[in-house]
C-alpha cells in the first residue's frame, strides 16, 4: 500500500506546482537553461527511507548550498578556535553577496554568506594525494552516499561572472582572513559550488546531518556530533541569509539554499528535507522551496519546537494475531481457521510520542505490510502524545486500507478513550470497549476503537472465523455427546456419561461459579457464552477469557481441594449440563473404568488449556 505520507507529497507538489513568481539563476553554460516548471520534492529519514515526488534525480549545481558542507570539513581539520579566527558565527541580516566585514578583524559574520565561504575555503587545504576540491567533492560524496563530480562548464561559466567574489577574495586578504592565493581560493569555491547533485543527493546529505554526521545508508560517520552541532546551529540563523529570522519563525530547521534551486533543510534526530525548483525571490531562495518547507513545517509539524521531542522510530514490535491470541477459547475447528489464516491480521505496537519521526515510523510500517494483511491492529496504549500529524495521517491510513477492503483497528489507553470517545469496558460482560470514531476526530471516516489489546484480537479473530470458517465453526449449539473433550471416548459412553448430567439455563449476568467455592463438577457449555473473571494485582476485575457452546469449566479443580478462584458469568441465554461432584463420584463406583477414561480425556483437554495459557502468557511477557 503507499503511504499516506507519499500521498500528501503527491498533493503537495500539484498545489505548489502552480505558483509562478521567481525567475531562475541567469548564469549558466549556453544550451543549459534552467526549466522553471522543475520541481521535485524529497523526504529522507536518518534510517536511510526517501519519499520523493517530482523531479527527484535530475542533476543540477549544488551553488551555496556547499557552504555548510565546506564549513564543516574546515572545523573538522582545524578546530572550531582556528576557524572561529578566520569566520565569526553571527547573523548578518544582510545579502548572500554583501561586502560586510567586521571593521577591526576583517572577520566575515559567518560562513553562509559568499565572504564567509571564501575564507573557508582559502583554509581547506589538500592532504593524502588529494587536493583541497578534491577532498571537498569527496566529503558532499559521503554525505550524499555516491559519488558526485563538479561540472567543469558550470565552474567555467561562474568564473567568468564573479567580479564581485573576485573583490572579496582580494579584500580578505588584504585583511589576513585568506592568507594564501586569493584567486585560488575563489576557484575552490566556485568549483564547490559547481558540485552536480539531485534532489535525491540534497535529501539525503540532510539526513546525514539530521543523523549526527552518520550517513543513513552506509552507517559512515563523516563529521563527529560537535561539528554538526556548530554547522547546524549557523545554519539556523544564518543559513537563509536576510531572510532567516522570518525562515525561523515559521519554518523552523536549520536550512541552507542555493541560487541552483535547491533548498536544503534539518530536522535533527529525524529527517532531511530537500527541494528542487530554479525560479528565485529576490533574497535568492527558491520559490517554491520555500513554500514547500513552510507546508511541510505546518502540516507534518517540522518546526523544531514541536518536533524536538521525540525523533526514534514509534514502531516497538509487530506481531501476526496469531502470535498473541484472545482469552477466548475456541473449537479445535476455529483454532485451525485462526492458524491457517491468524497471519492476515497484525498487530503494531506504538511507543513514545507520535510526531514528525514516530508518526512516519508508524504510517511507514503499516504501508509496508504484505497486502494479505486485512486486518491492521494498532495498540496505540503507550502512546504519550499524538500531534495533529498523527491523527490526520491515521484518517488517511483508514481511507486507503478501507478503499482496498481492508480494516484499522486502534486499541487506546484508559485516558485516551475517554477522550476519544465514550468507552467504558465492562470486565463482567462480552466485550463492550469498542467504539466507531473517525480517526482524526473529526467527521471523517470511522475506525474501530478498543480499551484492550485482548478485545481488539477477539474481534479480527471471530471477523476471520465469520470471512474464512465453515458451518462447523459458526454453530451456536454443541450437545454434550459431540463436546471436543470427550472426543476420546466412545459414543456409548459419552452418552452413558450424558445420562448423569444435570441440564441448567441462566440468563444474561447470571454468576454461574464464585471464588471461594469448593468443586462445583465439570460444566459443558451447550450454547451462549460465559466470561472468566478475576482480580488483578491492582484490585480491578479483569475478564480472562470468554468461553462457547462446545467448552468446558470447572475441570481444573477436579479431583483437589482448590476452591473457585475465579468468577464464571453467564453472556446472553446459557444453556449448560453439569457432571455434579455427587454424579463423578457414583461414576468411580459403578464404572470405573469410564470414570479412568472420562479422567483422561479431561485430563488432556485440561492440559492442551494450560499449555496454551502459558505460551500465551510468555508472548505477553516479552511483548
Not at 111 to 122: D, E, K, Y
Not at 612 to 622: C, P, Q, S
Request: charged share 25%.
Amino acid at each position: 500500500m503507499e503511504s499516506p505520507i507519499q500521498h500528501y507529497l503527491e498533493r503537495l507538489l500539484a498545489e505548489v506546482q502552480h505558483l509562478g513568481a521567481g525567475a531562475p539563476y541567469s548564469v549558466h553554460p549556453g544550451g543549459k537553461e534552467p526549466r522553471p516548471e522543475d520541481f521535485g520534492i524529497c523526504l529522507a529519514t536518518v534510517d536511510g527511507r526517501v519519499y520523493s515526488v517530482g523531479v527527484a534525480d535530475q542533476e543540477f549545481s549544488i551553488q551555496s548550498i556547499s557552504k555548510p558542507f565546506s564549513y564543516g570539513l574546515a572545523l573538522a581539520d582545524y578546530g572550531f578556535d582556528a576557524v572561529d579566527e578566520k569566520v565569526d558565527v553571527e547573523p548578518s541580516g544582510d545579502p548572500f553577496n554583501q561586502i560586510s566585514l567586521a571593521p577591526d578583524t576583517g572577520r566575515p559574520p559567518n560562513a553562509m554568506v559568499n565572504a564567509g565561504a571564501l575564507a573557508v575555503s582559502g583554509m581547506i587545504r589538500g592532504g593524502g594525494g588529494k587536493s583541497a576540491v578534491r577532498r571537498i567533492v569527496d566529503t558532499y560524496s559521503r554525505f550524499a552516499g555516491r559519488t558526485l563530480t563538479s561540472s567543469r562548464s558550470v565552474f567555467d561559466v561562474e568564473i567568468r561572472n564573479s567580479d564581485r567574489n573576485h573583490s572579496l577574495a582580494y579584500l580578505l586578504s588584504s585583511m589576513g582572513v585568506i592568507e594564501h592565493d586569493p584567486t585560488l581560493a575563489l576557484e575552490n569555491y566556485l568549483r564547490q559550488c559547481a558540485v552536480q547533485v539531485t534532489c535525491r543527493d540534497l535529501a539525503m546529505m540532510a539526513a546525514t546531518l539530521a543523523n549526527g554526521g552518520t550517513q543513513p545508508l552506509n552507517g559512515e560517520q563523516v563529521f563527529e556530533m560537535d561539528v554538526v552541532e556548530r554547522v547546524l546551529s549557523v545554519m539556523m540563523t544564518s543559513g537563509m541569509y536576510d531572510d532567516a529570522g522570518a525562515w525561523v519563525s515559521s519554518v523552523g530547521m536549520p536550512a541552507k539554499s542555493g541560487v541552483g534551486g535547491g533548498t536544503l533543510a534539518v530536522l535533527p534526530g529525524q529527517a532531511g528535507l530537500a527541494v528542487f525548483s530554479p525560479p528565485l525571490d529576490g533574497h535568492g531562495n527558491s520559490v517554491r522551496g520555500l513554500e514547500t518547507c513552510r507546508r511541510l513545517s505546518r502540516d507534518m509539524e517540522m518546526h523544531f519546537v514541536r518536533a524536538a521531542r521525540s525523533g526514534r522510530s514509534a514502531v516497538k514490535d509487530t506481531m501476526e494475531i496469531s502470535q498473541f491470541p484472545s482469552r477466548v477459547r475456541r473449537t479445535l475447528e476455529e483454532a485451525e481457521v485462526l492458524e491457517r489464516y491468524g497471519h492476515r491480521a497484525r498487530i503494531i505496537e506504538v511507543t513514545g510520542d507520535l510526531f514528525f519521526a514516530g508518526t512516519e515510523s508508524l504510517v511507514r510500517a503499516v504501508s509496508e505490510l504484505d497486502d494479505s494483511v486485512g486486518y491492521v491492529i494498532l495498540d496505540l496504549r503507550l502512546v504519550n502524545e499524538a500531534g495533529r500529524l498523527a491523527q490526520h495521517m491515521l484518517s488517511d491510513l483508514e481511507r486507503l486500507l478501507r478503499s482496498a477492503g481492508r480494516d484499522l483497528v486502534l486499541v487506546v489507553g484508559e485516558e485516551a478513550a475517554v477522550h476519544a470517545a465514550d468507552i467504558s469496558p465492562d470486565p463482567s460482560g462480552a466485550p463492550t470497549s469498542r467504539d466507531a470514531r473517525s480517526a482524526d476526530g473529526g467527521g471523517g471516516p470511522e475506525v474501530t476503537l478498543f480499551r484492550g489489546l485482548g478485545d481488539a484480537v477477539e474481534f479480527c479473530e471471530d471477523s476471520l472465523l465469520e470471512r474464512y470458517g465453515t458451518p462447523a465453526v459458526t454453530t451456536a449449539r454443541v450437545p454434550v455427546t459431540a463436546s471436543p473433550a470427550l472426543d476420546l471416548l466412545e459414543e456409548a459412553q459419552r452418552e452413558q456419561l450424558a445420562a448423569l448430567m444435570e441440564q441448567r439455563f441462566h440468563e444474561d449476568g447470571d454468576v454461574i461459579r464464585r471464588v471461594g467455592q469448593r468443586f462445583g463438577g465439570v460444566h459443558f457449555i451447550i450454547s451462549g457464552q460465559i466470561n472468566t473473571i478475576a482480580t488483578d494485582p491492582r484490585g480491578e476485575r479483569v475478564r480472562l477469557n470468554t468461553l462457547g457452546a462446545g467448552m468446558t469449566f470447572g475441570e481444573l479443580a477436579l479431583g483437589t481441594a482448590d476452591r473457585q478462584e475465579t468468577t464464571e458469568k453467564a453472556v446472553g441465554h446459557v444453556e449448560l449440563m453439569v457432571l455434579t461432584p455427587e454424579a463423578i463420584e457414583e461414576l468411580e463406583e459403578r464404572d470405573p473404568a469410564l470414570a479412568l477414561a472420562l479422567w483422561r480425556a479431561l485430563t488432556r483437554d485440561a492440559y492442551t488449556l494450560v499449555d496454551r495459557y502459558l505460551r500465551e502468557a510468555a508472548v505477553r511477557l516479552t511483548y
